[in-house]
């Protein structure tokens, strides 16, 4: 008679390939059901941006049609992602994770990046926000395409984000008249910061992606003092002008024992929409050099293409506007990666030991 014990005896030969542990030791394996000749389990997922769901779902049901006396074999693949176990002293229980996107300078297209991010995310199922930090710059109202509006605090005086692609957004630019400028010195960007994060009806929330400005000024000291960020995306461009400051800006996340979950070379080439060949307008390579010298990933490498530009300026992401774009596929691609590092990176977090005298 076929058991509880040998579906999960059998699933364990079944192993994450980025976790490296097999699926039932890991606690993915749900709601287990005999009917006869038929099983039916659930495959519970640590992000819906998996970039191995396909295969780890035909590998279970393989394993499960293997048993003896089983004639159909159900793998049901639901995902609940994992909360970082990242410390600081603002808490955001219903944040699972967030994911600081940042530069050493500016016009890497750090907004650009952030936004197509936090669209594909949400488009692989996740629950998704963006912060939208860079308070000098203030560009991801017009890019997430949601026009100022009148932002009312509820009974408990928090403001519920305006949302747009599946994206809850949150920008100083929503309060702003114009071309009004924000000059502020540190302690206003602290407390502006704070307030976005504390006074906002964010719900609950997979993954929230903060567009920081570039730089290592005071919203970054801040994020790194206060805030449990679960990562931090670097931006760059492949030439040294842009390569020597990015430097500065990994070596203080470094220093702050901030994870780097790894770089994106942004406008890494020019593709000829005629005779689809390669120009490098930069240099060529730099991301690579990058993430060789640190020791950490280069996630994705995209070209110049001026509908990325186009659509942006519409308020239509290009993921959102043309999935099938190839630079749509590399937004996934390199959403998928990251979604699978934040899952290991929580997984690997020692446990906090609190001991009470």
């Known amino acids: 008679m076929l058991t509880e014990s040998d579906i999960y005896e059998a699933l364990r030969k079944v192993q994450d390939p980025d976790l490296h542990r097999d699926i039932v030791s890991l606690g993915m394996i749900q709601n287990v059901k005999i009917e006869g000749s038929k099983v039916s389990v659930d495959f519970v997922l640590t992000t819906p941006a998996c970039p ?35 410390l600081g002293p603002i808490k955001l229980p219903q944040v699972r994770n967030i994911i600081a996107v940042g530069s050493g300078k500016g016009g890497v297209g750090k907004s650009t990046v952030a936004v197509n991010l936090a669209v594909t995310l949400a488009q692989l199922g996740a629950k998704v926000a963006l912060l939208d930090a860079d308070f000098y710059g203030p560009n991801q109202p017009q890019m997430l395409g949601i026009d100022r509006t009148m932002l009312i605090p509820d009974e408990n005086n928090k403001i519920t984000p305006p949302s747009n692609y599946g994206v809850k957004l949150m920008s100083i630019g929503f309060f702003l008249e114009g071309d ?13 910061l704070t307030q976005f994060l504390h006074d906002v009806n964010w719900g609950e929330i997979d993954y929230m992606i903060m567009d920081l400005p570039p730089g290592t000024g005071d919203v970054q000291i801040t994020l790194v003092q206060n805030v449990p960020v679960t990562g931090i995306v670097l931006v760059t461009t492949p030439q040294t002008v842009a390569l020597s400051d990015v430097r500065k800006t990994l070596r203080m996340f470094e220093k702050s024992k901030t994870p780097i979950l790894g770089v994106i070379e942004n406008m890494s080439g020019f593709v000829c929409p005629h005779c689809h060949e390669t120009t490098q307008v930069f240099s060529k390579g730099g991301g690579a050099t990058l993430t060789k010298e640190y020791g950490t990933e280069l996630l994705g490498q995209i070209p110049i293409d001026p509908e990325i530009c186009e659509f942006g300026e519409s308020g239509k992401p290009i993921v959102a506007a043309k999935p099938d774009h190839p630079v749509s596929k590399i937004y996934n691609t390199i959403a998928k990666r990251i979604a699978a590092k934040v899952s290991i990176g929580n997984l690997n977090v020692p446990a906090t030991i609190k001991i009470s005298v």
């Open 52 to 86: 191995v769901r396909d295969e780890l779902q035909e590998e279970a049901r393989q394993a499960l049609a293997s048993l003896p006396d089983v004639k159909t074999a159900e793998v049901h693949m639901k995902s609940e992602v994992s909360k970082s176990a990242s």
């Open 180 to 192: 009004s400028p924000i000059m502020w010195r540190g302690p206003m960007l602290h407390g502006a």
